[in-house]
């Protein structure tokens, strides 16, 4: 049994913008902010990535304003999460995960969104990685963090890859949602990896 597909690129669109948004307010919480903080770099995260991608292929007006839910649910997840951080052990351990969940997501979700515009393969891989990284830049440059992107271990790649696997998949047609699973399971396994085990890509410059 398979579900629609438009449905379940909404569902996961939706999930990668929510789970953003935590990452966003988690990062706000480190920070010490208040609510209105917390909801401002929440929802900076949590529709970053998808507006520079709606910008850059010309998709106007970018997502959010064409459908106002989008920034309900960032607003709502990042209000949550203001209560729940306190609770929190490690917000920067949950801040680490929440991040690799979106990245994944928006990995395949922004690729595909390009491919329907009609772009390029290639096109579609490239905003693919920019939907799934720049909503975590804007986070850590809004806080004043060190930008997640520059850690030794994996994290481009991983989008990278994830957005590579979907469209492969999607070309074999292996069948409806199989395609958005696989590059969804690629990109958060590897990054789950490289956070777990600190996997690095080979560095010339690393140790110069």
Request: net charge neutral.
């Amino acid at each position: 049994m398979t579900f629609d597909i438009t449905a379940a690129v909404n569902i996961m669109g939706l999930a990668a913008v929510a789970v953003f948004a935590v990452s966003g307010a988690l990062d706000a919480a480190r920070q010490k902010m208040d609510i209105l903080g917390f909801m401002l770099i929440g929802t900076a995260t949590g529709v970053g990535g998808g507006t520079l991608r709606d910008v850059l292929l010309g998709k106007m007006p970018v997502f959010w304003i064409r459908e106002p839910i989008w920034i309900v649910i960032c607003l709502t997840a990042s209000a949550i999460t203001y209560f729940i951080a306190p609770r929190l052990a490690s917000r920067t351990r949950a801040l680490i995960w929440m991040d690799a969940v979106g990245l994944a997501l928006f990995s395949v979700v922004g690729t595909k969104v390009a491919l329907d515009f009609g772009v390029s393969p290639l096109i579609a891989i490239c905003m693919g990685v920019m939907s799934a990284s720049f909503g975590g830049i804007a986070r850590d440059v809004l806080c004043g963090s060190n930008l997640t992107l520059m850690n030794e271990e994996l994290y481009i790649t991983t989008t990278l890859a994830g957005a590579i696997v979907y469209l492969v998949l999607r070309q074999l047609d292996v069948g409806s949602n199989y395609d958005l699973i696989g590059g969804f399971l690629v990109a958060f396994i590897l990054r789950a990896l490289a956070i777990l085990f600190n996997i690095k890509l080979p560095n010339a410059y690393r140790n110069s």
